[in-house]
């Protein structure tokens, strides 16, 4: 991509710090039908062959997220063909700390995370504006050589991945093209279950929300309208998807793990989690789906340890 085309994307913003919310905010703006989303963008190689979207977690810190993807490209020699971008979900009380322009999206707290609706300047599902994102890529036009997304989070960030590559909408233009899209889901605290089915015996009368929107189908978000959970459920053993796991995300007591009933019925701590999850798939889907798990030895609940293992390199680049 040529650096004017990346300036018809992408436009320069305050990186300027603040005491409270993000330390920093992602240097680009990228216009979307509703407003602009601040995004974080790597050096953008002559021929772009693979798009890769890290998304962050609760701390919303893109820029160490996209550092983070782009290590894992040079360690790997795809930085020659790959391209980094980093979305950035600012909330409220980043856009009171830092001089953003009032066209920037901003949702209340973590309510991005479950494809909430921005609360100003217009009203969107974080998972629309990830739609649009993708979207874009699949402009033969601006991306001609683009072969393969991956959609990748860590955490939080996975939290994301995983319900966006439930609820996503198709792309067809990407279908079209022959562009592969993969899904890579690190070490999240909790999965959508598809059913009330759960690995961890737990009393239902004291845990009325486990199967809730984002634990489980029901009361699902205005963004997914018009679809069945069996649709959801037909769609999803069609995705790419990539789980992650940490042999040593063992920690039930984790600062950062989701210690609500509605995620302990999905098990003790993230590695077990994934474990219960994926299992729990393979029997929802007893004629096969194109998904697999990965585990990383000797990494915890680190994200640059995770997507820099030589299993994490694999999940990213690899086939």
């Known amino acids: 991509m040529k650096t004017w085309l990346l300036a018809l994307l992408f436009t ?33 190689p002559t021929k772009i062959e693979r798009v890769l979207i890290i998304i962050h977690g609760r701390q919303r810190n893109a820029e160490t997220y996209r550092q983070t993807a782009e290590r894992a490209a040079e360690q790997t020699g795809q930085s020659a063909t790959t391209l980094v971008i980093a979305p950035q979900f600012l909330n409220e009380s980043d856009i009171a700390l830092h001089p953003v322009a009032d066209s920037v999206l901003r949702w209340k707290g973590n ?18 504006a990830l739609d649009e994102v993708v979207a874009r890529i699949g402009d033969r036009l601006q991306f001609p050589d683009v072969k393969q997304v991956v959609i990748v989070g860590h955490s939080g960030g996975a939290q994301v991945v995983q319900r966006y590559a439930l609820l996503g909408h198709d792309q067809p233009e990407l279908k079209a093209a022959g562009v592969q899209v993969r899904y890579v889901v690190a070490n999240p605290s909790s999965y959508a279950y598809f059913d009330e089915r759960r690995p961890v015996a737990f009393s239902h009368a004291g845990c009325p929300d486990f199967n809730r929107w984002k634990y489980g189908l ?15 459920k037909e769609s999803y053993a069609q995705r790419d998807i990539v789980y992650l796991l940490g042999q040593q995300d ?31 798939l393979k029997r929802l ?3 096969g789906m ?6 990383v030895p000797g990494v915890g609940h680190d994200g640059d340890g995770m ?12 086939q």
């Not at 984790?254 to 994926?278: S, V």
């Open 111 to 128: 309510d991005w995370m479950a494809g909430g609706v921005s609360t100003a300047p217009f009203n969107l599902s974080a998972y629309a």
């Open 218 to 232: 029901a009361d699902l978000p205005a963004y997914a309208e018009g679809r069945t959970p069996a649709q959801l």
């Open 250 to 280: 063992t920690d039930p007591n984790h600062p950062a793990l989701d210690k609500r009933c509605e995620a302990k019925a999905q098990g003790p701590n993230r590695l077990a989690r994934g474990r219960y999850y994926f299992e729990y």
């Open 285 to 287: 889907y007893p004629q």
């Open 307 to 318: 997507f820099n293992s030589p299993e994490g390199q694999k999940a990213l680049f690899g």
């Open 290 to 295: 194109s998904q697999q798990l990965i585990e």
């Open 12 to 44: 320069c913003a305050s990186t300027q710090a603040a005491e409270h919310g993000v330390k920093e905010l992602s240097p680009g703006r990228l216009l979307l039908t509703s407003g602009e989303i601040a995004v974080g963008i790597g050096p953008a």
